[in-house]
């Protein structure tokens, strides 16, 4: 199959085939042609198909239909490709909130053959210079609210040749170029399997992995989880948190939408209050956010009922029961759960409101496989707990990385989650597997303790992790943020020790308890646990198996 990159950096920088997971294409909507360009499919098609008038994309301010995006993204290809140089397979940063013009810059990416390197807002120069460097990225369009980083960034990479800013008025901005430039733009005939975009992982430390991902990539996710679980309808309306620098928030508020002729609303900030304005505001039907983005909005249940939502997809952590006990409580609707990665680009196992169960992430998604293997790699018995192995149509290409052995065994996907498979097939989650603590000879799941813990009504959040001891090895020791109107103190940390061991195996209670304000998250809503750890070996927070060494004004120097 020929490619269409004249810059083969991606392709000469896949991971071997013998160290690539296998392929699965069973399904008839699976079945892609070799030339396929993601950009044309989704956004030239829209009007193929008599789509052009439709609403597609709201926010800042803005509406457009699939005829304006398509208009923004042809005369933004066209600046890439004839104001700044780009060639097929060139890498573009991408740095704004979620805009319609961000949007926009990345149908741009796509039809003119580049590969998106979108990035999350917060990042700041350090972390852009790893990731230029790592993408050798050549291009970038930028929001002009968050130059400032990124032109300190530009300045350590003279590999970055090219930025330009939109929201910029000036004559050197993105719209103006644009106004130069016509509305229709000949799509680069891209291959299936020529790269689109480079996603990095919310991995923490050391260098950043960047996953590859293909333009059939691209169109499978489309196909699997939205088309066999959402299954969303034209007149949708789409909203939530993530940032399209997360694939969650690139598949569920970008994607997704515009595979069905839906619309989307793209919030520069996504805070709860700020959800739940937007529901209101744009008549919001399908929400996408992370689990602890539920449990505050579980305040507003009337609010929620009030409103035009009737779906709500969870993802990025595991959900507790409690918080979908909470939910369908609060405002009437089943969550559904689901687990995605960006190795696999998105969802691999879910569950619709029908068939959701608690404590159940859900069974595989129709077109990928999961089972759980033991330390060898060899499926172990539906009831055991062992590692999340997965196969699909999408699956982990690291760009020129030596962690693709890890991830990657025996053509199996391996997320890096403990979990284990009902006789019914469904999978429960357990934890990370670096996440299990082991305590006296036990194995402890922290998010276990964490589930059990949200069910006191005094707990907002909490955070569990194992912490040294002498004579345990590890104790499990937890970090509580409590909701308002509760007192934090020795009295409180006994009542939650009680509660637990109530709740769950006794030797799982924890042992040490912390008050905090706020727990260290990433900007994808994933509680950091290592954090949890490093402050408290550091002796800044709560330290000790005494609760009465929890004390409440310590607890900020462990929040972000
Ligand atoms: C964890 C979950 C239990 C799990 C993601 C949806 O989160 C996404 O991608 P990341 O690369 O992280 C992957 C890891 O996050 N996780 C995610 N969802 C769940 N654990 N239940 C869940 N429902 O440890 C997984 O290995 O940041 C999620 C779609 C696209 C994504 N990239």
Same mark, same amino acid.
């Given at each position: 199959?020929?490619?269409a ?5 991606? @392709?000469d ?7 690539q997971p ?6 008839p909507?699976l079945? +892609?042609p070799?030339?396929?360009n993601c950009?044309?499919e ?7 198909? /008599? ?11 803005l509406?457009?239909t ?6 923004h993204?042809? @005369? ?8 700044? /140089? ?10 704004a909130?979620n805009?319609? %013009? ?6 741009? !990416?796509m039809?003119?053959?580049g590969i ?5 807002p917060?990042? @700041?120069?350090k972390e ?5 460097d790592k ?17 300190a960034?530009?300045?350590a ?7 330009r800013c939109?929201n910029d ?7 103006a170029? %644009? ?10 005939d ?5 790269t ?13 992995k960047a996953t ?21 309808s034209a ?12 694939t969650?928030?690139?598949? /569920?508020?970008?994607?997704?939408? %515009? ?15 700020q959800l ?7 008549g919001?039907?399908v929400l996408?956010?992370?689990?602890t983005s539920?449990?505050t909005?579980?305040a ?8 035009t939502?009737r ?14 006990a909470?939910?369908k ?6 969550l559904?759960?689901?687990i995605?990665?960006t190795?696999?680009?998105?969802i691999f196992?879910s569950?619709d409101?029908?068939?959701?169960r608690?404590g ?5 998604v ?10 060898e790699g060899?499926?172990v018995?539906?009831?055991t707990?062992?590692?999340l192995?997965?196969?699909g ?7 020129d990385?030596a ?5 990657v065994?025996?053509?199996w996907?391996?997320t890096?989650?403990a ?5 019914g ?6 934890s ?12 402890i799941?922290?998010?276990?303790v964490?589930?059990?813990?949200l069910q006191? &009504?005094?707990v907002?959040?909490?955070?569990v992790?194992g912490?040294?001891d ?6 499990v020791?937890? +970090?509580v943020?409590l909701? &308002?109107g ?5 009295? %409180?940390a006994?009542?939650l020790?009680?509660f637990v061991?109530?709740? !769950? ?13 706020s727990? &260290?998250?990433t ?9 949890l750890?490093?402050?408290d ?6 330290a ?8 409440p004004?310590?607890?900020r120097k462990?929040?972000?």
């Amino acid at each position: 199959m020929a490619s269409a990159h004249i810059d083969t950096f991606a @392709r000469d920088r896949l991971p071997p085939v013998a160290m690539q997971p296998e392929f699965l294409f069973e399904l008839p909507e699976l079945q +892609f042609p070799e030339r396929l360009n993601c950009g044309a499919e989704l956004l030239d098609r829209a009007i193929a198909r /008599g789509w052009g008038d439709r609403l597609c994309v709201r926010g800042a301010g803005l509406r457009w239909t699939y005829a304006d995006l398509l208009a923004h993204a042809n @005369r933004i290809a066209h600046v890439l490709v004839g104001d700044m /140089g780009l060639v097929p397979g060139n890498r573009v940063l991408l740095r704004a909130p979620n805009t319609p %013009m961000l949007a926009a810059c990345w149908f741009a !990416v796509m039809k003119a053959g580049g590969i998106a390197v979108a990035t999350m807002p917060l990042l @700041r120069a350090k972390e852009l210079v790893a990731i230029i460097d790592k993408g050798q990225v050549s291009h970038a369009l930028c929001d002009l609210r968050l130059a400032d980083e990124l032109q300190a960034a530009a300045r350590a990479c003279p590999v970055l040749r090219q930025v330009r800013c939109f929201n910029d008025p000036s004559p050197q901005g993105l719209e103006a170029a %644009m106004a130069a430039r016509p509305a229709t733009f000949d799509n680069i005939d891209t291959a299936a399997d020529d790269t689109c975009i480079l996603a990095f992982t919310s991995g923490t430390t050391g260098v950043p992995k960047a996953t590859m991902h293909f333009h059939r990539d691209v169109m499978a996710i489309c196909a699997c989880w939205p088309g066999h679980v959402l299954r969303p309808s034209a007149d949708d309306v789409f909203i939530g948190s993530p940032p399209m620098a997360f694939t969650f928030g690139l598949g /569920g508020l970008l994607l997704f939408p %515009m595979a069905v002729g839906a619309s989307t609303v793209l919030l520069e900030k996504a805070s709860p209050a700020q959800l739940l304005e937007g529901i209101r505001d744009y008549g919001a039907t399908v929400l996408f956010t992370a689990p602890t983005s539920y449990r505050t909005l579980a305040a507003h249940g009337d609010a929620i009922r009030a409103s035009t939502l009737r779906r709500c997809v969870s993802a990025g952590e595991a959900l507790p029961a409690a918080t979908r006990a909470l939910w369908k409580q609060a405002t009437g609707i089943e969550l559904i759960d689901g687990i995605g990665a960006t190795e696999l680009l998105h969802i691999f196992i879910s569950a619709d409101e029908s068939r959701a169960r608690p404590g159940a992430t859900g069974t595989a998604v129709p077109g990928y496989r999961a089972r759980v293997v033991d330390a060898e790699g060899r499926p172990v018995p539906p009831g055991t707990v062992g590692r999340l192995a997965v196969q699909g149509p999408t699956g982990c290409r690291y760009l020129d990385d030596a962690r693709q052995a890890q991830y990657v065994q025996n053509g199996w996907n391996l997320t890096g989650d403990a979990y284990l498979m009902d006789e019914g097939g469904y999978f429960h989650y357990q934890s990370r597997t670096d996440d299990m603590i082991v305590s006296a000879g036990y194995n402890i799941a922290a998010p276990e303790v964490e589930e059990a813990l949200l069910q006191h &009504p005094a707990v907002a959040e909490c955070g569990v992790i194992g912490v040294p001891d002498e004579e345990r090895g590890q104790i499990v020791k937890a +970090f509580v943020v409590l909701r &308002p109107g509760h007192a934090e103190g020795p009295e %409180m940390a006994r009542t939650l020790q009680e509660f637990v061991k109530q709740t !769950v195996a006794p030797y799982k209670y924890p042992r040490a308890v912390a008050f905090a304000s706020s727990l &260290p998250r990433t900007e994808t809503g994933k509680l950091q646990r290592f954090r949890l750890g490093q402050a408290d070996a550091a002796g800044i927070a709560g330290a000790g198996t005494d609760p009465r060494e929890a004390t409440p004004s310590t607890d900020r120097k462990v929040a972000p």
